[in-house]
Structures are given as structure tokens and as C-alpha cells.
């Protein structure tokens, strides 16, 4: 079974830098592509970064060039570095992985397997 644990999340201030990360159990992170979302209360969930099994990466443009997404296949684990961080950030974030397909994704309802995710709040 899929299970899919995130950490890293926690309060800074804007301009400040987090790195969240995913750890993965029960599959092989190579074999799945993988993505980062993130939801506000009343707020759909929104794609924020991706990761293909044929290499390609994706953002949402909210975040480019602040974010990278990336994975060490040996630990099984998927990061998500944010810089210069601003209150607009502030949301719960999810990682997720979908089973099929290689390309990358920033649509949720692509993705079939999910954290319970953790919280990261920028304050002005």
C-alpha cells in the first residue's frame, strides 16, 4: 500500500526559506510521477510543482523560479525547496503520486495517492 508522509512545514517570514519533504513507503519513487499541491480553506487545491518519470518538472507560474522540486530515488523522497517565501504561500501542502502517465502533472485530479500534509504559514 501507498503511503506518502510529509514534513518540513512550520511559520516563517516573508523572504524566509523552507524545504519541505515527502518520504514514500510501500512503492518505488521512480515508477510513479509526483507532485507537490497546496490548499487554503475555502480554496480549491492548486498544482504547485511536478516531477515526470521522464524527467519533466513543471510549476505553477506563482512560483517559478522561488521553488524546485526534486527527489533522491535512494531514500525515496521528494523534496520541495521554497525561497523568498511570501504570504500568499501560506497554505497546508500535499504531496501526491499518480500511477500512470510519465509526464508531469499539476491537475490534483490526476493523482491517486496522497499525504495528510503539513502546514507552512508566511507572515508579512
Known amino acids: 500500500q501507498v503511503q506518502l508522509v510529509e514534513s518540513g512545514g512550520g511559520s516563517v517570514q516573508a523572504g524566509g526559506s523552507l524545504r519541505l519533504s515527502c518520504a514514500g513507503f510501500g512503492y518505488t519513487y521512480y515508477w510513479y510521477c509526483m507532485g507537490w499541491f497546496r490548499q487554503v480553506p475555502g480554496k480549491e487545491r492548486e498544482g504547485v510543482a511536478s516531477m515526470g518519470t521522464d524527467g519533466s518538472i513543471g510549476y505553477a507560474d506563482s512560483v517559478k523560479g522561488r521553488f524546485t522540486i526534486s527527489k533522491d530515488n535512494a531514500k525515496n523522497t521528494l523534496y520541495l525547496q521554497m525561497n523568498n517565501l511570501k504570504p500568499d504561500d501560506t497554505a497546508m501542502y500535499y504531496c501526491?503520486?499518480?500511477?500512470?502517465?510519465?509526464?508531469?502533472?499539476?491537475?490534483?485530479?490526476?493523482?491517486?495517492?496522497w499525504g495528510q500534509g503539513t502546514q507552512v504559514t508566511v507572515s508579512s
Open positions: 501526491a503520486a499518480k500511477s500512470r502517465g510519465s509526464r508531469y502533472a499539476l491537475a490534483p485530479s490526476e493523482y491517486n495517492y
